[in-house]
């Protein structure tokens, strides 16, 4: 299964804001609806292909409610996310899959809410330590080229 999950921007209640809107409900109603971080909502798909279409559903509430839109594809990595910009660029062929491991926005974890990423390159294979502020944990983020560098 193919994990798509949307950061809410802190000024919403993201899941208020998509289940009060007829468009964006009919688009989850086929979804159970999971809350991995804080003011999140997650939904599992069928796969990558499904997990772009519905970003692409949900398009209009992403650009007003939306901070990060991350896509969860086992297949490619087992711990890492993929942003919804490299999501699609695999989807459609742009990259492999093999070839999305080196740019990284690393997110703290606190409290179960996401802080500032650190932008990162993998190096030797490795993830490097985030090092922005006391965290419990982080959590990975693939992202493609243009995301990375700028």
Known sequence: ??????????DVNLLYEL??????????????????????????TVSLGAAVALLND??????????EALVFEPS?????????DLA???????????????????????DDELVEPLFARRDQGTVPEYDLREIDETVVVRVSESEFGG
């Open 88 to 110: 699609r660029a695999v989807r459609d062929g742009e990259v492999p899959p093999e070839e999305t491991d080196q740019r990284l926005k690393i997110f703290g974890l606190v």
């Open 19 to 44: 289940l009060s809107r007829e468009t964006a409900r009919d688009a989850l109603a086929t979804y159970e609806i999971h809350e991995p971080f804080a003011n999140s909502v997650a939904v599992d």
């Open 1 to 10: 299964m193919t994990r798509v999950c949307l950061i809410g921007d802190p």
């Open 58 to 67: 949900l398009n209009w509430y992403c650009v007003r409610f939306v901070e």
């Open 76 to 84: 490619i990595s087992g711990s890492e996310w993929l942003s919804r």
